[in-house]
């Protein structure tokens, strides 16, 4: 399968790298464009892919393109692109928030037949750590959508869910990583506190994050189970749960995901 990216931004390099060193795609099988031929070359060349001179050269060279280009670029490319779209019927994935099959189809053609797949990658991917939920139109294949998870697989982990779900997808995977790192900048500063340098503290926190996370992945214990083994009867850990609970910290995390979802749908309004 050939497969084009549009755009050439750090998810569209960071996914092709990713694809690259999985060892399961050929960079001959992979070509780009970004806003002007010369930058499209620089980034192929750093890449090690191909560099199409425009988006139509682009669309008749590949079976999978990606749209890797802001929201606000959507309906001036793919107004460019309807007639070579209908008539080569490649696989068309948009990467961009906000867009849904529907507006996506009606960009392309109201009346077409066009295989669309909307992904959701999150920030990760630029170390192949990322999470991604995948949803298609009627028109898209078992195969196609095997395809195109092996994509994104080469950069993390995929799911698929309803599209309605993909709000609340957002919060917990796209909009975390910013929460995690604010947590994380929380227990360094309670470090410094109490006498750590900064930058020896933040490395802890995260360290120490980044175990707990995978040890929870490598376990059958829920992270309530994993909460109990760390903590001791009157024990440190205890005390402080108790006090994260007096300031109502689970149920403030998720008022905060519920406003990203709530943001969401004001946004696609």
């Known amino acids: 399968m050939k497969i084009g990216f549009i755009g050439a931004g750090n998810m569209a390099q960071a996914i092709i790298k990713g694809m690259l060193a999985s060892g399961s795609f050929e960079a001959s099988n992979i070509f780009l464009t970004a806003s002007t031929y010369e930058r499209a070359q620089q980034k192929a060349q750093q890449l090690g892919v191909s560099a199409s001179t425009d988006n139509t050269s682009l669309v008749n060279e590949v079976d999978c393109l990606i749209l890797a280009v802001k929201p606000n670029k959507f309906e001036g490319v793919l107004a460019e692109l309807e007639p070579v779209l209908v008539e080569k019927q490649p696989i068309v994935v948009s990467i961009a928030a906000g867009l849904t099959l529907d507006n996506l189809a009606n960009l392309i053609s109201e009346h077409s037949a066009q295989r669309i797949i909307r992904v959701m990658p999150n920030m990760n991917v630029t170390i192949r750590k990322g999470v991604s939920a995948l949803c298609s139109n009627l028109f898209v294949s078992e195969d196609d ?75 059958e214990d829920t992270p309530w189970d994993m909460i109990d083994k760390v903590c001791s009867p009157g024990g440190t850990t205890v005390a402080g749960l108790v006090a994260l609970e007096d300031e109502k910290f689970i149920s403030t995390v998720i008022k905060g995901l519920d406003a990203t979802i709530k943001r969401d749908s004001e946004l696609g309004q």
């Not at 709000?167 to 410094?192: Q, W």
């Open 145 to 219: 959508l095997l395809a195109v998870e092996k994509i994104f697989q080469s950069v993390g982990s995929t799911y698929r869910i309803e599209e309605k779900d993909f709000a609340n997808f957002t919060s917990i995977a796209g909009c975390s990583p910013a929460y995690t790192y604010l947590f994380i900048d929380a227990l360094s500063r309670a470090g410094v506190k109490n006498g750590l340098p900064k930058d020896i503290a933040t490395k802890i926190a995260a360290e120490t994050v980044l175990g707990s996370a995978e040890t929870l992945l490598n376990v």
